[in-house]
T-cell receptor, first 111, second 114 residues
């Protein structure tokens, strides 16, 4: 089983701050990596998908990077808003048939 | 359909009861996955289908868990003789191909075994 670690486990920031969420994994032979957000009691919403051939992806205020050699991905959130409060999960896929989740980073943005 | 649909949304089962959870993937999606998410944890892989073929069931925790996708569309996850440790949210995801285009999740079924 692949190990996926997300740091920090929880984060509380004032509105407007830029922040970085970290994800590390044990196997550099990655197929792709997806970032999700999960609101309490809800399913997972896909945010960004990075293929193994890419170094980063951007969507609005979100930017995700991928460094295969070091087994790391980061999710950068610019100008955070209270609506960004949720749990953020990274999910690297190593075979294309199965993807593994970290335990997530719980983000609270304070108005 | 427009998204992945799971039913029921909530299920309360008495210990020892059998349950069946349904997943209706996005139309045309070849791959279908089941995940189990315990409270405060990330989702854990259970099983994977490509069309009607179950290609990986390594994550099923015991022989009480059984999944099927007989016609390559709707899938059912069945849990026999439920136990308290089966209480979790069961998530279904589908993908257009082998995951190259990412995965879309349903809202999940929250199972509580009492």
């Amino acid at each position: 089983k692949q190990e996926v670690t997300q740091i920090p486990a929880a984060l509380s920031v004032p509105e407007g701050e830029n922040l970085v969420l970290n994800c590390s994994f044990t196997d550099s032979a990655i197929y792709n990596l997806q970032w999700f957000r999960q609101d309490p009691g809800k399913g997972l919403t896909s945010l960004l998908l990075i293929q193994s051939s890419q170094r980063e992806q951007t969507s609005g205020r979100l930017n995700a990077s991928l460094d295969k050699s070091s087994g790391r991905s980061t999710l950068y959130i610019a100008a955070s808003q209270p609506g960004d409060s949720a749990t953020y999960l990274c999910a690297p896929a190593f075979t294309g048939n199965q993807f593994y989740f970290g335990t997530g980073t719980s983000l609270t943005v304070i108005p | 359909g427009a998204g992945v649909s799971q039913s029921p949304r909530y299920k309360v089962a008495k210990r020892g009861q059998d349950v069946a959870l349904r997943c209706d993937p996005i139309s045309g999606h070849v791959s279908l996955f089941w995940y189990q998410q315990a409270l405060g944890q990330g989702p854990e892989f259970l099983t994977y289908f490509q069309n009607e073929a179950q290609l990986d069931k390594s994550g099923l925790p015991s022989d009480r868990f059984f999944a099927e996708r007989p016609e390559g569309s709707v899938s059912t996850l069945k849990i026999q003789r439920t136990q308290q440790e089966d209480s979790a949210v069961y998530l279904c995801a589908s993908s257009l191909a082998s995951g190259a285009y990412g995965y879309t999740f349903g809202s999940g079924t929250r199972l509580t075994v009492v």
